[in-house]
């Protein structure tokens, strides 16, 4: 399976300023996938991002509030951009290989 | 409906029993179906993934698969108290697509 480095593991934000994640994968892959997984709750996706276009974003969310890049084919970032506490949440990407889908170690978020 | 249903825990085994999770999906024409474990504080884990109808073993893990009822289950055999954590069904129309997940069962294996 893929192997994944995602940071930062964790941070503490002011309410109002922006977080920039970023998901480096050992390999190229096609598609990248970034959920986000709220207290006590299951994983919920954010979007899908491919090389070369621009990130598909699911139902309830937007580019404006989570801008995502994808220069490459092992690299991608998540920006969670203009925080409320509503935001503080586990933040996870995926990659998928071969048919199977790897998570990294997730960036756990707390805006105050 | 939601997309993907798994039944409320949380679930108590003993030692040594089989434990076992289920989900149900709502959209006909998914095709991969996986189960991931998730210990607390950590990022979930793929146990086993199914594709085709009936069962598919794993050491101690069975996945069994039954489209017609979509329906999908994890049967966990000798479970142990290492296999205490939450278990999710997730769900793909198609091979290499985005999947999405179940709320999760949370399993304690009583020792």
């Known amino acids: 399976s893929a192997v994944i480095s995602q940071k930062p593991s964790r941070d503490i934000c002011q309410r109002g300023t922006s977080l920039t994640i970023q998901c480096q994968v050992d390999?190229?892959?096609?598609?990248m996938f970034w959920y986000r997984q709220q207290p006590g709750q299951s994983l919920t996706l954010i979007a899908t991002?491919?090389?070369?276009?621009?990130?598909?974003?699911e139902s309830g969310f937007v580019i404006d509030k989570f801008p995502i890049s994808r220069p490459n084919l092992t690299f991608s970032t998540l920006t969670v951009s203009n925080m409320s506490p509503e935001d503080s949440s586990i933040y996870l990407c995926?990659?998928?290989?071969?048919?199977?889908?790897?998570f990294g170690s997730g960036t756990r978020l707390t805006v105050v | 409906q939601k997309e993907v249903e798994q039944n409320s825990g949380p679930l108590s085994v003993p030692e040594g029993a089989i434990a076992s999770l289920n989900c149900t999906y709502s959209?006909?024409?998914?095709?991969?179906f996986f189960w991931y474990r998730q210990y607390s504080g950590k990022s979930p884990e793929l146990i086993m993934s199914?594709?085709?109808?009936g069962d598919k073993e794993d050491g101690r893990f069975t996945a069994q698969l039954n489209k017609a009822s979509q329906y999908v289950s994890l049967l966990i055999r000798d479970s142990q108290p290492s296999d205490s954590a939450t278990y999710l069904c997730?769900?793909?129309?198609?091979?290499?697509?985005?999947?999405?997940f179940g709320p999760g069962t949370s399993l304690s294996v009583i020792p």
């Open positions: 997730a769900v793909g129309k198609t091979s290499y697509d985005k999947v999405i």
């Open positions: 390999s190229q892959v096609t598609m």
């Open positions: 199914i594709y085709s109808n």
């Open positions: 959209d006909r024409v998914s095709q991969s």
């Open positions: 991002a491919n090389q070369g276009s621009e990130a598909t974003y």
């Open positions: 995926s990659v998928e290989r071969q048919g199977d889908y790897t």
